[in-house]
Structure formats: structure tokens, C-alpha cells
């Protein structure tokens, strides 16, 4: 996770700006569509400030591998 927070904080701010995002995922996945990576930030940043900080990030990616894990029978 850490190796991915320095990837998209290319300013080494502390916190992820939109177009940190938008450029660092697009790097990695050149076909991921512009509306969907603005949506992903958005979900990432979870108060509203216009920034993703570490905290929101690790909540966020633990969230996901929870939902797509599969349930037992």
C-alpha cells in the first residue's frame, strides 16, 4: 500500500490531489476512462476536502478487498 501512496503522491505532500490521481492512474492503467478515475477519487476521499490523505486511502482499498471477497456457502 505504501508503494502505491508514493506513486500517487508525486509531491510527497501528504495528501493525493486530483490530478496526482488522474496521472497516477493513468500511468498505470492507460485504459481506465477519465469519469471512472473521478469517480474512484471521489469514493477515496471520504471528507469532502478536495485531497486524498493515507487514512482515506488504506479505508478505502481495505473496503474493496472486503466487498470482493467471496462469501461462504
Not at 509531491?11 to 469517480?39: M, N, V, W
Request: hydrophobic share 35%.
Amino acid at each position: 500500500m505504501i508503494d502505491i501512496w508514493r506513486t500517487l503522491d508525486s509531491d510527497q505532500s501528504g495528501h493525493i490531489a486530483l490530478d496526482e490521481f488522474t496521472k497516477g492512474l493513468t500511468s498505470a492503467f492507460p485504459e481506465a476512462r477519465t469519469e471512472d478515475i473521478i469517480a474512484l477519487f471521489r469514493e477515496c476521499d471520504r471528507d469532502g476536502n478536495g485531497t486524498v490523505e493515507y487514512a482515506e486511502l488504506t479505508r478505502t482499498m481495505r473496503q474493496a478487498n472486503r466487498q470482493s471477497l467471496p462469501t461462504a456457502v
